[in-house]
Every structure is written in C-alpha cells, then in structure tokens.
C-alpha cells in the first residue's frame, strides 16, 4: 500500500524553463507535506514544506501546490537551473503523535535540467 | 553547526554476519529516526526515538534488526544474520523535538551484503 505516490521517473526540462514534480497521496491524516532535494551519495535535503490547511507556499524559486480534494501537490521550480538536477522527493507527515510524526516518502523523480 | 553524521559511509559484509551502524544527530535534536532505501524505492521508515520515551519499532522488518539510543544522543542500528535482501542505504535523520516539521537527514551508509 504506497500511500504516496510519484508516478513520473523521471523529467527532463530546459533550463530556464519550469519544472512541475507532481505527487499523489492516499493518506488524509497526513498534516504536512515536505519536498526533499538529494543529489548522488548525499543525504535527503530539506527543501520545502506545506500545511495540510494551506494550498500554496512559496520560498524564492520554488512553490509547492496542495490540491487536498485531489490528494495531490505539485513541486514547481522556475526558472530550472543545471543545479537544480537531482533526484525529488515528495513525503507526508502522520499526525497522531509519536512515531506518527515519521515521513511517508514517495519513490522519488529524477530532474535532469539541460543548460 | 555540524549536521547529522553516519559511519561508516560503506560497508560491505558477507551474508550471516552482523553488522552495526552509528548515528550522530544534531546536537540538541531529541528526535532520531532510522530509514532504508533499497534499490529504485522510496525511504522506508524504520525505527523512531524521542527523548526518553520507549522507541517506536514498528518499522522494522524482522527480529534481526535493532536499534538502541545511548544517552539520548548517538544511536546504533544492528542487523544480526545479514541477507542480500538487507542491502539498501540505510539513513539516520533528527529533528528539534516531534513539533518540529523537519527532519535533516545523514548521509546514509551504503550497506551490501555479498
């Protein structure tokens, strides 16, 4: 039972040009959403979070999109940079406390950005 | 300030031996999470630590596996009786307390059982 799901492998974008990650989730009691960023050999990198009660959150470059009815967000990244190539996560966060507050992670989309 | 730290960042180990991994959370960080990405799949949760409290086990996947957090800070995953079917990189991530959002993660360690 994947309760979050990222169907695309992988994305290939221009850079300059936007880049749209998009992820589907099953489980409503998750009460955050977070985006991770991880490049080769690193560890997962924090890049940006969402409210369940939000539908929108901005941080320079990138937004994150909550569509809670369609149980589905989307990562936007614009414009796209040749750095910005990695491998994104999307995650939910349980809320019932405890070990609740573990991350549901999806399998992940590779960004490739072509200078 | 330092990060979260993993040793070793490779181990590679026969099948049926035991292997231990070392976590270094965020100084302060009262919240040690443990999961494993195995090959073209998504980080699996695995075991939860917080403060004091007894850790939340539910992640793990047999009997073979266990953690432990001495002193609230550094923590030991083991895996006794390794299969192939245990290699994946196994990361360690903390955060603040479980109030806090985000978790920040190590750089894993790479675990292959031959």
């Known amino acids: 039972d994947q309760q979050v799901k990222q169907n695309s492998p992988s994305l290939s974008v221009q850079e300059g040009r936007i880049s749209i990650l998009n992820c589907d989730y099953t489980n409503s009691m998750f009460d955050y959403f977070l985006w991770y960023k991880k490049y080769p050999a690193e560890g997962p990198t924090f890049l940006i979070s969402i409210s369940s009660i939000k539908d929108k959150n901005e941080d320079g470059r990138f937004t994150v999109f909550l569509n809670k009815s369609a149980k589905h967000l989307s990562l936007h990244i614009v414009p796209s940079q040749p750095g910005d190539s990695a491998v994104y996560f999307c995650?939910?966060?349980?809320?019932?406390?405890?070990?609740?507050?573990?991350?549901?992670f999806g399998k992940g989309t590779l960004l490739t950005v072509n200078p | 300030g330092a990060g979260v730290s993993q040793s070793p960042s490779n181990k590679v180990t026969e099948k049926g031996k035991d292997v231990e991994l070392r976590c270094d959370p965020i100084s302060g960080h009262t919240a040690l999470y443990w999961y494993r990405q195995s090959l073209g799949q998504g980080l699996e949760f695995l075991i939860y630590?917080?403060?004091?409290?007894?850790?939340?086990k539910s992640g793990l996947p047999s009997d073979r596996f266990s953690a432990e957090r001495t002193g609230g800070s550094v923590s030991t995953l083991t895996i006794q009786r390794t299969q192939q079917e245990d290699s994946a990189v196994y990361l360690c991530?903390?955060?603040?307390?479980?109030?806090?959002?985000?978790?920040?993660f190590g750089p894993g360690t790479r675990l292959t059982v031959t």
């Open positions: 991530a903390s955060s603040p307390g479980t109030a806090g959002v985000v978790q920040y």
């Open positions: 630590f917080q403060g004091n409290s007894a850790p939340d």
């Open positions: 995650a939910g966060r349980g809320n019932s406390g405890g070990s609740n507050y573990k991350l549901t």
